[in-house]
């Protein structure tokens, strides 16, 4: 390829590098130039053009970019259409993207004109997630250079999605009298989260003394339990392990299994210890994996869930990148390429597991209060139906079964949270951690007390979020003020994910670095209806 400025007169047949306007329309940015084109140019008074001059055996940077991508593995891989020489590739699966970072070097060493970018080594992924791209810079490259590029990926597994294998998981927990229950309780309640993610389920737990016989037995009849699923356990010591031969190591041997690695080079996590029992992992939890914050026992559990044998060799290998303190949740991916707003999806999660504590002791439920004949948790979940989202999931707590009685009939997802006393969190975690809400571009958080949203409000939020292509945090404003409801892009869901206490999503949308779109929806941001004369002012009758 010949790039430069040339005569007008003498680029019949080059490519143009920028775009050029005409009086009578233009021509694009890679447009080739014929005979007529030409004459329109000088007609235009327009002599001289930035173009690139086409040689033999070059390849136009769609057509190179395309043969790049055919030579990947489409297992589990999607790959959009090429377009300014650029081919997006994306995950058909949750699962695990696993990169050779000497293949990835390799390809792009071949000629700087040819780029794959991908995420990291071993991060995990959602369907639709996008997890590489493949770039041709100029216009037009050497067709030998893009054969030698294909050899490589042919050659070689450069990239791929490893789809998590759902397991069967036994969780053995140890118990000292330094270790309260509750402590143990939201120990097996954040494990479960985990494993969520990953389609897979906690099908047991037991709770055993401190000692490396007791923990033997239990993993010995976690291992022998009929499991539809293949089986995985996980051993939460009341105690940090501190050698080799201390209760879990010593365990995992007693119950005839073999020690792989006891510690890894990633903080927090440094206290974890993995062993096999035939084909089965034994993993001990560090105690940083009672938090569900990121540590080293989530890299260690994803590759076991995504069908990996991880040796001793792999744990000690993770040192670079290992330092994880105070470190955020890798961000997810942004796609490049504009989804057509049609096809980008927002799942409703309405909030309705609160105890309700303002209303008073004993005192009636706000959410079965009755507005214009209708108990306000229905009114509420009808709205959000009629709001335009893919999917409607109403999480319960306090006063379950009143409260879907309340909902008998609607078409919507419910979905229970045992730990809705731990505060909002919790019911977060449980609405957006359901299949329709990961599924989706963005989750609006609806909160089922608020008598004034309207599903025209709900169709204003949605249809906003769908004009930034589902990559910016929407946000319900009366008069410049913040309040409610607040539509969640895709990219932050882990972290929504990984929250506790009685707190929403506001640290993740101020800390999130992604752009935050303010629609005033007028005074029904900011009207909830926590107290009884609340209910009253805003014309609701006291019920149930």
């Not at 759902?166 to 009298?177: G, K, M, R, Y």
């Not at 509750?182 to 906690?202: C, E, F, P």
């Not at 709205?383 to 109403?394: D, E, I, K, L």
Request: with cysteine; aromatic share 2%.
């Amino acid at each position: 390829m010949i790039f430069g400025e040339f005569p007008t007169v003498e680029a019949e047949g080059a490519v143009l590098a920028h775009s050029v306007r005409l009086s009578d329309g233009s021509f694009a940015k890679g447009h080739k130039l014929d005979r007529g084109d030409i004459e329109r140019l000088a007609t235009d008074g327009i002599n001289r053009v930035i173009a690139a001059r086409i040689e033999p055996g070059d390849l136009m940077e769609d057509e190179a970019a395309e043969q790049l991508a055919r030579a990947i593995a489409p297992d589990h891989l999607t790959f959009s259409e090429a377009a300014t020489g650029r081919v997006n590739v994306h995950s058909t699966v949750d699962g695990l993207f696993v990169a050779d970072r000497a293949a990835v070097d390799g390809l792009n060493s071949v000629d700087p004109a040819i780029t794959l970018a991908c995420l990291a080594d071993h991060v995990p992924v959602r369907s639709g997630d996008m997890v590489a791209t493949f770039k041709i810079i100029p216009l037009a490259v050497s067709g030998s250079k893009v054969a030698a590029g294909v050899e490589i990926l042919r050659r070689t597994t450069v990239f791929e999605v490893k789809p998590f294998q759902p397991h069967a998981v036994s969780l053995v927990a140890t118990e000292l009298p330094s270790l309260k229950t509750t402590v143990m309780d939201k120990t097996a309640r954040i494990l479960s989260q985990r494993l969520q993610a990953a389609g897979s389920i906690l099908q047991r737990e037991e709770r055993v003394a401190h000692r490396d016989g007791v923990v033997a037995d239990a993993i010995t009849r976690a291992l022998k339990a009929t499991d539809r699923l293949p089986k995985l356990v996980i051993v939460f010591g009341a105690s940090a392990v501190i050698d080799a031969d201390d209760v879990i190591p010593a365990a995992i041997r007693l119950a005839g299994g073999e020690v792989v690695q006891v510690g890894m080079p990633v903080d927090p996590g440094n206290l974890l210890v993995l062993g096999r029992v035939g084909n089965v992992h034994i993993v001990g939890a560090p105690g940083c994996a009672r938090s569900p914050k990121e540590n080293g026992f989530d890299w260690v559990l994803d590759r076991i869930l995504a069908g990996e044998q991880p040796t001793s060799r792999d744990i000690s290998g993770l040192g670079v990148g290992g330092l994880l303190m105070e470190i955020q949740s890798r961000p997810r991916p942004r796609d490049i390429a504009a989804k057509p707003v049609a096809a980008i999806e927002v799942a409703i999660v309405l909030l309705a597991a609160g105890r309700a504590s303002r209303m008073g002791e004993g005192g009636a439920h706000k959410l079965l209060a009755e507005f214009d004949g209708i108990s306000l948790v229905r009114r509420s979940a009808s709205t959000a139906m009629a709001g335009g989202a893919s999917a409607v999931v109403t999480v319960t707590g306090h006063r379950r079964d009143d409260i879907e009685r309340a909902l008998e009939g609607l078409d919507i997802t419910r979905v229970y949270n045992p730990d809705y006393a731990s505060g909002m969190a919790s019911s977060l975690v449980a609405g957006v951690g359901t299949q329709a809400a990961q599924r989706a571009d963005g989750v609006l958080v609806m909160l089922a007390d608020m008598p004034g949203i309207t599903s025209d409000d709900l169709r204003t939020l949605i249809t906003a979020f769908r004009r930034t292509n589902g990559q910016a945090i929407v946000r319900a404003v009366s008069s410049g003020k913040r309040g409610n409801p607040v539509i969640l892009p895709r990219s932050v869901l882990n972290a929504v994910m990984r929250l506790e206490g009685d707190v929403g999503a506001r640290h993740i949308i101020e800390t999130s670095g992604l752009s935050v779109i303010d629609v005033d929806i007028g005074d029904a941001a900011h009207l909830d209806v926590d107290t009884p004369e609340a209910v009253v002012a805003a014309g609701g009758v006291l019920k149930g």
